[in-house]
């Protein structure tokens, strides 16, 4: 069995280090991760393994000492959060693994490596939000277009790829920014959502951990092909799909439509700011930071409300700018290398040309520069 080594020196975002790390796993991780042989870094390295229905409340008041470095791997929610006042003077990081697979927990060790907390490509992009400036959304590969006007009521949550300072607990690896709205935002036009998806469980959602998974397996011909969604204040009107390419994406997207009419509104536009995470084959919330060498990366949460799901859905071919003409995501016209073809499609094949008429399918040609594949 592969294992993933955890190694406590090579985290760069830990700058303030104390004399101690601990690394915390629940008890599904407990053959498939180590901790590396301790170097200079630390003084002493640890490890506990929580047992089912342990908190990190529980550790922190009874087996997490203070003056420590911790890094947490654990595939349950209540690992991953505690009071700010249990804290104290401790410097926590949270991997929330989808799962127990080892793949991914290797891929996030990496990235939180290869994370540099000197790196900042978005002080445009923190201005345009801070200032609610308009933005236009064009997708490179079908030219079809939006715009996103932010009125004041917009609330910029960001997860800075910085230092990690004790007395604080991170949700690793991070680097994010994300505008959202209590009700729908201001968007207007037609998107193309490519890329990545992901599927998480709102607060109130009742949805399985099995519809989940359902929906994010329906949703993955996005990796390969585009969607394009008409947008009228904030909420999707139709579904144009790829014929042969992403029919499948379409349809899991309508039936969640017609099971929720909620899962139409469009809930928020985030932007991934870290260049070390790589486009993981894996449903976590870690595809927020993502980001390429050329800038930031977006996309577009769907849901979250009244018991919907909270669909994340990239704008990975898509140029996002400011009116005045600053471009604040690059988007793209290639394959991530990353990515693999989980669709079973050949790969010779584009899937793009502009939307013209009212019908929901895109027409399907050849095109050496489509970049879907």
């Known amino acids: ?9 090579t985290y760069r975002q830990y700058t303030a280090r104390h ?6 796993t629940d008890d599904t991780l407990t053959t498939t991760v180590q901790l590396a042989e301790p170097d200079n870094t630390y003084s002493r390295t640890t490890r506990i393994n929580a047992p089912a229905g342990t908190t990190l409340a529980d550790l922190l008041t009874s087996r997490l000492p203070d003056n420590t470095d911790v890094l947490i791997l654990t595939t349950r929610t209540e690992l991953t959060t505690a009071p700010t006042e249990l804290i104290s003077d401790r410097t926590i990081a949270v991997l929330h693994l989808p799962d127990n697979n080892t793949t991914t927990a290797a891929e996030l060790l990496q990235a939180l490596q290869d994370s ?5 490509s978005a002080r445009r ?4 939000l801070e200032t609610g400036q308009a933005l236009s959304v064009t997708d490179q590969l079908t030219g079809v277009a939006a715009a996103l006007t932010p009125g004041p009521g917009a609330t910029r949550i960001t997860a800075d790829l910085g230092p990690f ?3 604080t607990l991170h949700h690793a690896p991070n680097g994010w920014i994300t505008l959202s709205t209590h009700d729908t935002l201001p968007l207007n036009g037609q998107i193309a959502v490519k890329g990545r998806p992901t599927v998480h469980h709102s607060n109130n959602s009742t949805a399985t951990a099995a519809e989940r998974q ?16 008409t947008i009228e204040n904030g909420t999707v009107t139709d579904i144009k799909a790829v014929d042969g390419g992403s029919d499948n994406a379409s349809h899991t997207l309508q039936t969640l439509f017609d099971q929720n009419p909620h899962h139409r509104r469009i809930t928020a536009i985030g932007f991934g700011l870290n260049p070390a995470v790589p486009a993981l084959r894996a449903n976590t919330t870690t595809h927020h930071a993502r980001a390429t060498t050329k800038g930031p990366t977006a996309h577009l949460t769907l849901g979250g409300l009244d018991g919907t799901l909270q669909l994340h859905l990239p704008l990975d071919s898509s ?14 016209t290639t394959r991530d290398p990353a990515e693999t073809n989980e669709t079973g499609d050949s790969g010779d094949t584009c899937a793009i040309t502009p939307p013209t ?17």
Do not use: W
């Open 125 to 128: 992009l923190r201005s345009a």
């Open 165 to 167: 300072q004790p007395g």
């Open 357 to 373: 008429t009212t019908g929901r399918k895109l027409n399907r040609v050849r095109s050496a520069s489509c970049g879907c594949h």
């Open 319 to 332: 140029r996002i700018e400011t009116t005045d003409g600053h471009t604040l995501a690059p988007g793209t």
């Open 116 to 120: 540099d907390p000197q790196h900042d």
């Open 19 to 24: 004399h101690q790390f601990c690394l915390v």
């Open 1 to 9: 069995m592969n294992v993933a080594t955890v190694a406590p020196g």
């Open 214 to 229: 359902r929906a994010y397996e329906g949703l993955l011909p996005l990796t390969r092909y585009p969607l394009v969604l």
